[in-house]
């Protein structure tokens, strides 16, 4: 359970942005044209704040560490 836990600490951006993009092909292939664009910005999103999040996450622990 713990190695689930480790991966998905480290994968979920990936994951969340592949089935945001499963889902904006669902969209497009169904029909809904303009939900499934809507749906595909969501996936560099999710990766551009993960990057930023993991940044921010990896600032602040070098601070800790120097004072």
Known sequence: MKKVIEFWG???????AFVSFLYS?????????LEGIFVGIWVPSILSASIALRQRRVHNSNQKTSE
Do not use: C
């Open 25 to 33: 092909v669902t969209l497009w292939f169904t029909g809904n044209k």
């Open 10 to 16: 480290i994968y979920y951006p990936i994951i969340l």
